[in-house]
C-alpha cells in the first residue's frame, strides 16, 4: 500500500490499533521506550526503530497514542523527536487525549516544516480499538482529513472531521464530560434503590428501555451492581482528562460544575490508590459518603 506508515505508543489502545493498521496491508514502523511493547508488532511484520525521529524519517504518516500532553510534547518535540526526523508533506496525526492549546501549537510547530497534523482522539476504549470500532473525533484541514480518512477506516467505524486543529481534543473533552456525569448520576440511581431496598438490577432494566437508557447505565451500571471495577477505561486516565477539561474551562473563563464534581469523585479515588480501577468505581467514593457520614469532611468540597 501506498503511505508509510509509523506507531508510536503501543500500550492498550496503541498496540491494537498498529495491528489492524499491519493485517490490512499496511508497511509499519514503530517505536515504544520500553522494548516489549514493541515486540507482539515486530512479531507481526512490522519494523523497530530507535527513536521517534528515525521513525518520522521512515514514514509518510506518523500516528501517536502515548499517554498525555507532556508525552506528546517529548515525542514530537524532545530531543530525537518527531520535529528531528519528519520530511515536508509527512502528516502527524495524535490520537492520545491531550490538551486543544497544545495540540494548536504543535500543531504550528510541525506547520513550520511544511507537515500537517491532525488530532484525533478516540472513544470506544480497548475492545473498540480490537475491533477496528473506534470513534474517531479529528480536527485539522480539510485536506488532510482526506488523505487519512481511509487509514481511520481500518482503526474506526464513526469518523467526524470536527474542525481545525484542536477541534478534535475539544470534542473528546465534552465526550469525558458526558461520560463523568452520566456515571455519576447512575450511581446515584443505584445507591437510591439499593438504600430503599429496590433491586438495583431491576432498576437499571426498567430504565434501559426509557428516556434514561444510555451506554454507561448499560455497562457501568452492571459494573456497579456487580461491584466489578476491572478496567475497561483507568480511573487516572479520566481524572487526566476531567484536568484537560478543567484546564479548558479555567482558560475559557467557563464554569463547567458538573464536570468540577466528576474530577473531584475521580481526585478522592485515585487518592486512595485506586486509579487502576475502571471510572465507574465512582461508585466505590459515593456509596463510601452514604455510609460514613463523617467522611465528608475529609473529601473536597463540592462533593458530600
Ligand atoms: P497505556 O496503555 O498506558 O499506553 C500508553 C503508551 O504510551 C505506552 O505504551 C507507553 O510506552 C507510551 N508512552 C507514554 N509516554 C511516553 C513518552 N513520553 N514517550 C514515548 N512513549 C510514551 O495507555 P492507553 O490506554 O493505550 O491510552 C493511550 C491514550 O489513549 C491516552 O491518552 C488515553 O487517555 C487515550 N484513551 C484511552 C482509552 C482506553 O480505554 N484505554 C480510550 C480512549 C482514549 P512504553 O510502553 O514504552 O512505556
Not at 41 to 49: K, P, Q, V, W, Y
Not at 64 to 69: A, E, G, H, Q
Not at 172 to 177: E, F, G, V
Given at each position: 500500500m501506498g503511505e508509510r506508515i509509523g506507531f508510536i505508543g503501543l500500550?492498550?489502545?496503541?498496540?491494537?490499533?498498529?495491528?489492524?493498521?499491519?493485517?490490512?496491508g499496511y508497511s509499519l514502523a514503530v517505536h515504544a521506550r520500553r522494548v516489549e511493547s514493541m515486540?507482539?508488532?515486530?512479531?507481526?511484520?512490522?519494523?523497530?526503530?530507535g527513536s521517534p525521529a528515525e521513525l518520522a524519517d521512515r514514514s509518510d504518516v506518523i500516528f501517536?497514542?502515548?499517554?498525555?500532553?507532556p508525552d506528546v510534547e517529548s515525542v514530537i518535540l524532545g530531543e530525537n523527536g518527531v520535529l528531528a526526523g519528519v520530511h515536508p508533506g509527512s502528516v502527524v496525526v495524535d490520537m492520545s487525549t491531550?490538551?486543544?492549546?497544545?495540540?494548536?501549537?504543535l500543531a504550528e510547530r510541525l506547520g513550520e516544516r511544511?507537515?500537517?497534523?491532525?488530532?484525533?482522539?478516540?472513544?470506544?476504549?480497548?475492545?473498540?480499538?480490537?475491533?477496528g470500532r473506534l470513534s474517531i473525533m479529528v480536527g485539522g484541514a480539510e485536506s488532510t482529513f482526506?488523505?487519512?480518512?481511509?487509514?481511520?477506516?481500518v482503526m474506526g467505524e464513526n469518523i467526524v472531521h470536527v474542525g481545525g486543529h484542536g477541534a478534535g481534543q475539544v470534542c473528546?473533552?465534552?465526550?469525558?464530560?458526558l461520560v463523568g456525569a452520566t456515571i455519576v448520576a447512575v450511581a446515584e440511581a443505584m445507591r437510591l434503590a439499593q438504600a430503599s431496598d429496590v433491586d438495583p438490577a431491576r432498576v437499571r432494566a426498567a430504565l434501559l428501555g426509557g428516556f434514561a437508557g444510555s451506554r454507561?447505565?448499560?455497562?457501568?451500571?452492571?459494573?456497579m451492581i456487580d461491584e466489578n471495577f476491572e478496567p475497561g477505561f483507568k480511573a487516572r486516565l479520566h481524572q487526566k482528562d476531567m484536568r484537560i477539561v478543567a484546564e479548558a474551562a479555567q482558560e475559557l473563563g467557563l464554569s463547567l460544575p458538573s464536570a468540577n464534581a466528576v474530577a473531584r469523585y475521580l481526585d478522592v479515588l485515585v487518592g486512595q490508590g485506586l486509579g487502576e480501577l475502571d471510572s465507574s468505581a465512582i461508585y466505590l467514593v459515593l456509596r463510601d459518603l452514604s455510609r460514613e457520614p463523617s467522611a465528608h469532611s475529609s473529601l473536597p468540597s463540592g462533593i458530600g
Open positions: 500500550g492498550i489502545m496503541g498496540r491494537p490499533m498498529a495491528l489492524n493498521l499491519l493485517r490490512a515486540r507482539p508488532l515486530i512479531e507481526a511484520g512490522a519494523s523497530a526503530c501517536t497514542m502515548v499517554s498525555d500532553t491531550i490538551s486543544a492549546a497544545v495540540t494548536r501549537r511544511g507537515v500537517e497534523m491532525l488530532d484525533a482522539p478516540v472513544s470506544g476504549g480497548e475492545a473498540g480499538a480490537i475491533d482526506a488523505r487519512v480518512l481511509p487509514l481511520f477506516h473528546k473533552s465534552c465526550n469525558q464530560i454507561v447505565l448499560d455497562v457501568h451500571g452492571q459494573r
